[in-house]
């Protein structure tokens, strides 16, 4: 399996190659151990370094309530 079947299957959304031509990028939206049983099947001929990404909305509802919580507890 290689990154045409994954981009198949919907493993992966988006690749691309960086212009040094040794690295790049894939874009996917899957479950923690579907990533990491798809990065793995590379190992050792590339390392990938995941970052998960956290939409803006949710973030943005995640730090207000971050935010009243912490005032609430200066208010204390």
Do not use: H, W
Request: charged share 35%.
């Amino acid at each position: 399996m290689g990154i045409d079947d994954l981009i198949k299957k919907g493993e992966i959304k988006e690749f691309g190659y960086f212009l040094d031509g040794t690295s790049g990028y894939a874009i996917g939206e899957k479950e923690s151990a579907n990533v990491f049983r798809n990065v793995s099947m590379f190992v050792p001929y590339i390392e990938c370094e995941v970052k998960e990404i956290i939409p803006y909305e949710k973030a943005k509802e995640t730090l207000r309530s971050l935010m009243r919580a912490q005032a609430r507890t200066a208010k204390e």
